[in-house]
T-cell receptor
Framework: AQKVTQAQTEISVVEKEDVTLDCVYE???????LFWYKQPPSGELVFLIR??????QNEISGRYSWNFQKSTSSFNFTITASQVVDSAVYFC????????????FGSGTRLLVRP | NAGVMQNPRHLVRRRGQEARLRCSPM?????VYWYRQLPEEGLKFMVY????????ESGMPKERFSAEFPKEGPSILRIQQVVRGDSAAYFC???????????????FGPGTRLTVT
């Protein structure tokens, strides 16, 4: 069965701190895709990254970085030097090759960055 | 290029009424997906449509819910005889390519918040 677990319901940090959001997934497929989305208070969903299961290279984009580890079925997201504008709910999602249009979302982690 | 448009952004319906949610995909996109987000939860897949075709409706409740994506015009998610449990945010996404392609990505709209009183 496919499943995405985001165990951290809510995280609160002070501005400029680094913060890591955890994501653990379950799938039987060998080909799958992992995503992160940001949902700011305004409610829309903003795409952050897509990763396929054959690419375990870590990715860095500005203050954002992602650590994909197949051995632990994890796809963690780190924000370096957090800012107030990073406050949002962050969702990790999974899709499998045979139904890659069907994103399976975790329950989200609410990040609050305090000034 | 305008993003995915959804309207209305907020919709209030009394129990028993019908709710119609509209989604205009990004220009040139012919694949549309609907998701539902219940309060404090992640999004759940409902249906995948291409123009005039329902590809996968495995996430749609069996009764009262229907979706279409006509040749012309927006995609419509229709909920008949709404109940309080239908209160949620409904998101539409669209894609340019088929899911199997390397560049595949779903672009999400801002969502419609449905409140059933």
């Amino acid at each position: 069965a496919q499943k995405v677990t985001q165990a951290q319901t809510e995280i609160s940090v002070v501005e400029k701190e680094d913060v890591t959001l955890d994501c653990v997934y379950e799938t039987r497929d060998t080909t799958y895709y992992l995503f992160w989305y940001k949902q700011p208070p305004s409610g829309e969903l903003v795409f952050l990254i897509r990763r396929n299961s054959f690419d375990e290279q870590n990715e860095i984009s500005g203050r954002y970085s992602w650590n994909f580890q197949k051995s632990t079925s994890s796809f963690n997201f780190t924000i370096t030097a957090s800012q107030v504008v990073d406050s949002a709910v962050y969702f990790c999602a999974l899709s499998e090759a045979d139904s890659s249009y069907k994103l399976i979302f975790g329950s989200g982690t609410r990040l609050l960055v305090r000034p | 290029n305008a993003g995915v448009m959804q309207n209305p952004r907020h919709l209030v319906r009394r129990r028993g009424q019908e709710a119609r949610l509209r989604c205009s995909p990004m220009k040139g996109h012919s694949h549309v997906y609907w998701y539902r987000q219940l309060p404090e939860e992640g999004l759940k897949f409902m249906v995948y449509l291409q123009k005039e075709n329902i590809i996968d409706e495995s996430g749609m409740p069996k009764e009262r819910f229907s979706a279409e994506f006509p040749k012309e015009g927006p995609s419509i998610l229709r909920i008949q005889q709404v109940v309080r449990g239908d209160s949620a945010a409904y998101f539409c996404a669209s894609s340019l390519t088929r899911p199997e392609t390397v560049s595949y990505e779903q672009y999400f709209g801002p969502g419609t918040r449905l409140t059933v009183t």
